[in-house]
């Protein structure tokens, strides 16, 4: 002990801390060291709560917002259109000839449409292939093989695309992708073909004006309209997508504001921006992070939960974690669980839901429908649709997002405080550890060989 406390003695008379050395001085009185006991607490607490609200500031308030209308030098990137049939009943009544022949039980057409077209609920195909008296012909298992028999390619699905009045290859563009409604095609959108594949232009400045796509479906479809990293799903706001059928023509027009990010935002945490830019993937269900397939994501968790498997058309999903007819019943009474995204506090009012605790893009766009129009085709004598998608104008705002607490100004704020309570520096803080540790071992030698010398010079060497 009586080491230690010379140690500490030692340190506090030789600190470069202002104030330590007179709590040690011999020559001082009992009232001056209190004096400066109670100084140097005091200057150490007031340093502690500034340095916690400097630490606070850093974790939840490092990142601003502002809004950008320099709109002269954007390039603005048309939305990502993704095309979702979402019924085909030629289709189906052809592969359930296929499956069963021509004087087949026509309820097993209804059961094929809910396994290809699969939307959470399954009353037909419960009710048919489930229990006592069930149809010797239903399948039990492998749905997503039945699925993709019915689903259409994009050759039969898309053609005659236009993007700005100038023809392309629709399918050389509209790259497959796997969503939980199913075998969707999509342009536009990193999603899709894992990121890769040939990618269309589409971006839009002063000098080529707003963006337009033009397309003509053979099948009814769900058209999406969302942003280049965002995937469709069961939840997916009305206002994000257009419901489709042959001989009518559709034409929205969009406006669009795009979320730009300062490159400092990279070196926060994901804590501190609330956000995650989309290389910082934590799902299985998609290649790329968005909110979107995080809730899909969100969902299919849920149904192993509850199913110990998950819907036959769960995205990039293993055959094994598939359901088969015992889980499809499964999913079907838990429907309202698995249907409905709903908040913590909901739940706990006992509102039926799912509970997703999933990040926004750090890119997410904010896209506005403008205006809808809809016409029939009379001309037609096929059963088509045209669909054209437009930004109504140029954007002329953005959203900035700015970093104004990086590291370099958390260690500025706390080197200024304790700079300004104590008058330390970072080599104050060495001395600490120079005094616990190599100042007493130092001591320690240069006594022993002190005593050393001694003992020598008295045996007369």
Sequence with gaps: MGRISRSIEEYLKNSTLHGARFIVDKDASWLERIFWVICLAASWYASWLLIKASLAAFENNAISFVVESSYRDWNTNFPAIIVCESKNMDR??????????????????????????????????????????????????????????????????????????????????????????????????????????????????????????????????????????????????KTDFLIVGPYISFIRFISKRDIENDEAIRETSVGQRNCRFVDENILDVHHFYSYSACTVQCRKDRQMELCNCSSHLSPNSPDHQLCNMDGLECLNRNY??????????????????????????????????????????????????????????????????????????????????????????????????????????????????????????????
């Design 92 to 237: 189906i009544q052809e592969v359930a000839e296929q499956l069963w022949g021509s004087d087949h039980d026509f309820t097993l057409e209804e059961v094929l449409s809910e396994i290809a077209f699969f939307r959470g609920e399954s009353y037909h195909t419960v009710h048919e292939c489930s229990g006592e008296e069930a149809t010797t012909s239903c399948f039990y298992s492998n749905f997503s093989y039945y699925a993709q028999l019915v689903r259409s390619s994009c050759t039969d699905s898309i053609f005659n695309c236009e993007w700005n009045n100038r023809p392309f290859e629709c399918c050389k563009y509209f790259h497959r992708m796997e969503t939980e409604l199913g075998i969707c095609y999509a342009i536009n959108s990193i999603q899709a073909n894992k990121g890769k594949g040939p990618f269309l232009n589409m971006y839009s400045n002063r000098y080529t004006g707003p963006g337009s796509l033009k397309m003509e479906l053979k099948t009814e479809a769900t058209v999406f309209i969302l942003g280049t990293e965002e995937v469709p799903t069961l939840v997916t706001p």
């Design 336 to 461: 309202e669980d698995l249907s409905v995204i709903i908040a913590k506090w909901s739940k706990r009012r006992g509102r039926k839901g799912l509970v997703c605790d999933c990040l926004p893009s750090c890119t997410e766009v904010d896209i506005t429908t403008v205006h809808d129009s809809k016409d029939n085709l009379v001309e037609h004598s096929t059963p088509v649709s045209k669909i054209e998608v437009a930004l109504i104008e140029l954007p002329t705002e953005r959203y900035k997002r700015n970093l104004v607490r990086g590291r370099l100004d958390l260690v500025v704020s706390i080197g200024g405080t304790t700079g300004l309570f104590v008058g330390a520096s970072l080599l104050s803080f060495v001395e600490i550890i120079y005094y616990i540790t190599i100042r007493p071992y130092s001591s320690y030698m240069h006594e022993k060989r002190r005593l050393k010398r001694l003992m020598l010079e008295r045996n007369g060497y």
